[in-house]
């Protein structure tokens, strides 16, 4: 089995614009949590917002992004998306955005018209995913993908159910397509049931206790809101739900390129990156129409 390298507490909020008030799990400045091809999870944990808005939506107004994927992970609430390349539209309660920066991309997200005026409770995990350095200026794009797309694995034993979002579990391809070899499993599993996921030897492997309490492998313990990174080798992992919990599990074959990054921008070299900054001044990135 993969050993557990360290259970991570949740760190302090901050708010990312006025709309999300995230945790930021990890990033890629965190050089050794075995995280590529992973670099960045903001999860925004269960909050409630009052409603009553008409205009002036919650949210982060238009930005750049270039040289890696980022992907939006809706429990609760709404969010709405626009982009320079047209894309764009509304992710609820269970939908995933999978939003590949490439090249460039200007976009922007905000609660949803009807979320503002209603409110609710908002729950979000958003996620960086690199890009392969033959990839890096691949074309920009965007995958809207509804929760009745999403394939569903039920687990042994009345163990729980997956959520394929990306990659395979049990022969079940997900909906996502990728540029790299990556596992994304939307977990939910029974009060006092176990269950032995398939991560191959090659992948590093990331695990987010959204809620509930977590044994792995028989050791170590894992509570709501921490994360569990693990060292390299070996394969599987085994995990028993001391109560009804909800995860979810990264895996994913490390890159092993290096990672210049400066805000909204990923890439290889430091020279690519000043390129970037200088191709969002000259407006090569497009606009939000």
Do not use: C
């Amino acid at each position: 089995m993969k050993k557990v390298a360290k259970v991570h507490y949740a760190p302090a909020k901050h708010w990312v614009g006025n709309g999300f008030h995230v945790q930021s799990m990890f990033s890629y400045q965190d050089k050794d949590k075995n995280l590529d091809p992973f670099l960045l999870m903001d999860y925004n944990p269960p909050r409630h917002f009052d409603g009553g808005r008409k205009s002036d939506f919650r949210g982060v107004g238009e930005h750049p992004h270039r040289g890696f994927e980022t992907v939006t992970i809706a429990y609760q609430g709404e969010v709405q998306h626009a982009d320079s390349t047209g894309g764009g539209g509304i992710i609820g309660t269970g939908d995933v955005q999978w939003m590949t920066a490439g090249a460039g991309i200007m976009h922007e997200e905000f609660h949803s018209e009807k979320f503002s005026r209603e409110g609710g409770m908002f729950e979000m995990v958003q996620l960086w995913v690199n890009l392969p350095e033959k990839h890096k200026m691949t074309p920009a794009k965007y995958q809207a993908i509804k929760s009745a797309n999403i394939p569903v694995v039920e687990l042994a034993d009345n163990a729980g159910f997956a959520r394929i979002i990306a990659g395979e579990l049990n022969d079940v391809t997900g909906s996502a397509t990728t540029f790299s070899p990556i596992n994304m499993w939307d977990i939910k599993m029974n009060a006092a049931k176990a269950y032995t996921y398939a991560v191959p030897e090659s992948h590093n492997l990331i695990i987010l206790v959204l809620d509930g309490t977590i044994q792995i492998n028989g050791e170590d313990i894992a509570r709501r809101g921490e994360l569990v990174t693990f060292e390299k080798g070996e394969e599987n992992v085994h995990i028993e739900a001391n109560n009804d919990v909800k995860l979810l599990i990264l895996t994913g074959e490390p890159l092993n390129e290096p990672i210049a990054g400066y805000g909204p921008f990923v890439m290889n070299t430091n020279d690519e990156i000043v390129q970037a900054m200088y191709d969002v001044q000259s407006g090569k990135f497009g606009k939000i129409n």
